[in-house]
């Protein structure tokens, strides 16, 4: 029980240090996980167990770099323009204090 949940603490630690990777670094994960998965299972089936290691070090590897190389950017976010004004503020006035109050100039 105890290995089991070490297990799935350290995958989890290991997954969240990917939280802040760019665009480019999270496809370049995709191909390398991609390749080495498929070069294990085709090393696997033609040479064994030797085979299914050395097809996923060379499939991850080559996965890795054509994912990252070829990963296009995504497309910028969409702001929106500020709302319009509805109407202009009013021109600043000039006034004059009077005993009756004030006056503009």
Same mark, same amino acid.
């Given at each position: ?26 496809? %370049? /994960?995709? +191909?390398? #996980?991609? &390749?080495?998965? !498929? =070069? *294990?299972?085709?090393? $696997? ?6 085979? %299914? /290691?050395? +097809?996923? #070090?060379? &499939?991850?590897? !080559? =996965? *890795?770099?054509?994912? $990252? ?37």
């Amino acid at each position: 029980m105890i290995k089991t949940m070490a297990i799935v603490a350290v995958a989890g630690l290991s997954l969240a240090g990917c939280a802040n990777n760019t665009y480019q670094q999270n496809e %370049a /994960l995709r +191909g390398g #996980a991609l &390749g080495a998965g !498929t =070069g *294990a299972i085709i090393g $696997g089936l033609l040479g064994g167990g030797r085979g %299914a /290691l050395a +097809g996923a #070090a060379v &499939g991850g590897a !080559t =996965g *890795a770099t054509v994912a $990252g190389v070829n990963a296009a950017p995504p497309p910028p976010g969409y702001y929106a323009p500020p709302p319009p004004r509805y109407y202009e503020p009013p021109p600043p006035e000039c006034y004059v204090e009077t005993p009756r109050g004030p006056r503009p100039c």
